[in-house]
């Protein structure tokens, strides 16, 4: 779930992969590993980071409705 609300804020953004890794200031393939779902549980921090580049709260990523 976490990589799809990830996927799906960062095309309501319009910002790319690569753009979003330099935003959150994480590296492009954490992006890439996390959106395609071969990280299921990433770092505490790096949601922290990610939800913040993206405009949004950790638990909006979290969340599974």
């Not at 992969?17 to 770092?43: F, H, M, W």
């Amino acid at each position: 779930m976490i990589a799809q609300n990830i996927k799906k804020y960062r095309k309501k953004k319009g910002i790319s992969q690569d753009k979003l890794s330099k935003l959150a200031e994480v590296t492009y393939n954490t992006i890439i590993k996390i959106e395609s779902g071969a990280t299921l549980n990433p770092r505490v921090e790096t949601l922290n980071a990610i939800a913040k580049a993206l405009g949004v709260t950790v638990d909006n990523l979290l969340n599974t409705k």
